[in-house]
């Protein structure tokens, strides 16, 4: 008899340890609770941390984060205004702040980033649909770039290397995309804490397009230079050029003066030297006669000259004086 009331004894003790080890739960700093009853919630959601109570084998303990929780979307492509394609990807925080809506419309975590997959990628394709490339990458108004100040008033007028004018900006379309964002996810018990764009890349048919839109503005500012070194280069050999004709028909001048002044005073060392007499002027008429005839005169050459000329009777001496073979 004893012994069953031991063993009675025993099952007793195990089944309370059961049924307190079943009705007992423990709940963190970083979690809440909501307690369901043949899978209907049952009571408010249990928030503070501590051990807690249930009916045991019949309620059920549902666990949900109540961090602050990350979301990052995968990258997609989509259209801006202006009609060109851009890789997307997002970045968020969220948080449960009404347990029981949040276990009734989506469960788990799981289905919960499913769903926010689904609002932030369609708000998001919605706000780069109505918004210009050019806002969706800026994030300040009226900045200034450091331009280059080598262009000229020409190239300015054309933009080159300035920035387009933008109304709001990227700041703003993040906050687009959180206002409309947020009041959808807050009918699943979730509040949104912030959204942002993590990367912005543009698509592989928009990439050609960009790059040769930069190559054309290097080029033509390459094209620039290369004309004003054209211009500058032939400045330089025009002004070289007319140096150096400068230089040769300064050259020239000194060269026909000292000549000049040369000649003249040879001249009138002649002049002196053969002006002392009528010896010398007689003497310088011969030899300037006699360098006439040696140039006038060669082998086989006829020569007319009248009796009354001097060289006619220079000659005539000449043939005079020579000695007659005969005697």
């Known amino acids: 008899m004893k012994s069953y009331l031991i063993f009675g004894s025993s099952i007793l003790a195990a089944l309370v340890g059961v049924t307190l080890y079943s009705a007992l739960y423990t709940v963190n700093e970083v979690e809440q609770v909501v307690i369901t009853q043949f899978g209907k919630p049952v009571g408010e959601p249990i928030r503070e941390a501590g051990i807690q109570l ?7 303990v549902n666990f949900i984060d109540k961090r602050v929780l990350e979301w990052e979307g995968t990258p997609s492509d989509m259209p801006t205004k202006d009609k060109l394609y851009i890789s997307v990807s997002l970045y ?4 449960v702040t009404d347990p029981l809506q949040y276990f009734l419309r989506l469960g788990d975590e799981r289905s919960a980033q499913s769903r926010l997959d689904d609002i932030f990628g369609s708000e998001t394709r919605n706000a780069v649909a109505t918004h210009e490339l050019i806002e969706i990458i800026r ?4 900045r200034q770039p450091l331009r280059d100040s080598s262009l000229t008033e020409a190239e300015k007028e054309q933009n080159i290397g300035s920035l387009v004018p933008i109304s709001m ?4 379309v993040e906050q687009d995309i959180f206002n409309e964002a947020a009041k959808k996810v807050r009918v699943f018990g979730i509040e ?3 959204i942002r764009f993590k990367r912005i890349n543009y698509n592989e048919s928009v990439r050609p397009k960009i790059y040769e839109r930069m190559i054309s503005e290097r080029r033509q500012i390459a094209e620039r230079f290369l004309s004003e070194g054209k211009g500058e280069a032939a400045r330089i050999q025009g002004n070289r050029e007319r140096d150096l004709d400068k230089i ?3 050259a020239y001048r000194a060269v026909t003066e000292i000549r000049g002044k040369a000649d003249a ?3 009138a060392i002649y002049a002196s030297a053969y002006n002392k007499n009528d010896q010398a002027v007689a003497f310088y008429a011969f030899t300037r006669s006699l360098q006439a005839l040696e140039l006038a005169l060669s082998q086989n050459t006829t020569l007319v000259l009248s009796t009354d000329s001097e060289l006619f009777q220079y000659l005539q001496h000449t043939q005079a004086s020579e000695p007659n073979p005969k005697n």
């Open 265 to 267: 005073k040879a001249a």
């Open 54 to 60: 249930k009916m045991p084998f019949v309620q059920q």
């Open 139 to 142: 994030t300040t108004k009226g």
């Open 192 to 194: 949104l804490m912030d």
């Open 169 to 172: 900006g990227r700041l703003v």
């Open 248 to 250: 040769q028909s300064e």
């Open 92 to 95: 968020a925080r969220w948080q």
